[in-house]
C-alpha cells in the first residue's frame, strides 16, 4: 500500500517542473515546459523580471497562434499551468525536475543548486542551463551529485530544436535518460557529450564567431555580408554575428574568456568584441550590437 502510494507521488513529482531565472532562457524554457503539459513553477527573486518573463510568455504564445502554429486551447492550458513565484522554496515543492537557468556564473548555480538539493527529493533532477561551464564543477557541492545533468538550450528556446545534454564527471545513466525523456517531451532533439570546455556547441559556435568578429574588424566585409557567407554559402539559418547579437555580446565575452583559459589562444576575445561590451553594445537587448535592433 505504501509503496503503491509512493510510486503515485513519484509519477505526480515527475509532472512539475521549476525553472529557476527568469531571464531570456529561464522564461524561454518555462515557456515550452508548459506548452508540454508539465506544472511549471518559473522563479526570480526579481518581481519585475517575473512580470517581464510572464508578459513575454503570453506575447509568444500569442504569437504562435496568429502564425497558426499553436492552438488557442493549448496556449490557454499551457498559461494556466505555468506560475510565476519569487520564494525558491514554493517554486521547489515537489518538483520532480529543477533546470536553473542564471547567468553564467560557476559559484551562483552552484550554490542555487546546492540549496535546490536540500529543498526537493532525493530522485529529483538537477539541471543546469549553461553553454559553457564545467558540469562536474556546478555539481560538486550538491547532495546527490549523480543527479545533476547539463541541459543546454539554445535562443530562442521556442523556436530551437536543439537540447545539448551534458554528462558530468558523476552524472548517474539514469539522469541522462530523464534528461534525454524531458527534452523530448519538451519537443526538442537531444545530443549527449561529454563535460569539456565549450561542450561541443559553443566550442564550434564560439570559434565561428570569433573569427567573423576579426574579419569585421580587419575590414574584410561587412557583418551582414559575413552572415550573408553563411547563410547562403553554407546554408546556416542565420550568421555568425547575427547570431552573437541575439546570443548577447557580453555572453559571448564570458564564454570566449573562459574557453580562452581552459583552450588557449585560440579563443583569445578580439578588441572588438572587448570594446563593444564596454560601450554597452551587447545585441538585441541593448538595442545595438553588430546590428541595430
Known amino acids: 500500500m505504501n509503496e503503491t502510494m509512493s510510486e503515485s507521488v513519484g509519477r505526480g513529482r515527475q509532472q512539475v517542473m521549476a525553472v529557476i531565472g527568469a531571464g531570456t532562457m529561464g522564461h524561454g524554457i ?24 510572464m508578459a513575454r510568455v503570453r506575447a509568444q504564445l500569442d504569437k504562435g497562434v496568429e502564425l497558426g502554429k499553436v492552438e488557442e486551447v493549448d496556449r490557454d492550458a499551457a498559461l494556466g499551468r505555468l506560475r510565476a513565484t ?6 521547489m515543492a515537489d518538483a520532480g525536475t529543477v533546470i536553473e537557468a542564471v547567468p553564467e556564473n560557476l559559484e551562483l548555480k552552484r550554490r542555487i543548486l546546492a540549496a535546490a538539493a536540500e529543498r526537493v527529493a532525493p530522485d529529483t533532477l538537477l539541471a543546469t542551463n549553461t553553454s559553457s561551464l564545467s558540469i562536474t564543477a556546478i555539481a560538486e557541492p550538491v547532495q546527490g551529485p549523480e543527479r545533476v545533468v547539463g541541459m543546454h538550450f539554445f535562443n530562442p528556446v521556442h523556436i530551437m530544436q536543439l537540447l545539448e545534454i551534458v554528462r558530468g564527471d558523476r552524472t548517474a545513466p539514469d539522469a541522462i535518460e530523464r534528461a534525454r525523456e524531458v527534452g523530448e517531451r ?44 553563411m547563410e547562403l554559402g553554407y546554408r546556416h539559418p542565420m550568421g555568425p554575428l547575427r547570431l552573437t547579437d541575439l546570443v548577447g555580446l557580453d555572453v559571448r565575452l564570458e564564454i570566449a574568456r573562459h574557453l580562452h583559459r581552459e583552450l588557449g589562444d585560440r579563443f583569445s576575445p578580439p578588441e572588438l568584441l572587448e570594446q563593444l561590451v564596454e560601450e554597452g553594445k551587447l545585441g538585441k537587448k541593448s538595442g545595438r550590437g553588430f546590428y541595430a535592433w
Open 30 to 53: 518555462a515557456q515550452v515546459a508548459a506548452l508540454a503539459g508539465y506544472e511549471v513553477r518559473l522563479q526570480d527573486v526579481d518581481a519585475e523580471a517575473l512580470e517581464k518573463a
Open 86 to 91: 519569487p520564494d525558491a522554496a514554493d517554486a
Open 186 to 229: 519538451m519537443g526538442k532533439t537531444p545530443i549527449v557529450v561529454s563535460d569539456s570546455p565549450g561542450f561541443a556547441s559553443s566550442r564550434l559556435g564560439i570559434a565561428l564567431g570569433l573569427e567573423a568578429i576579426r574579419m569585421v574588424e580587419a575590414g574584410v566585409a561587412s557583418p551582414e555580408d559575413i552572415d550573408r557567407a
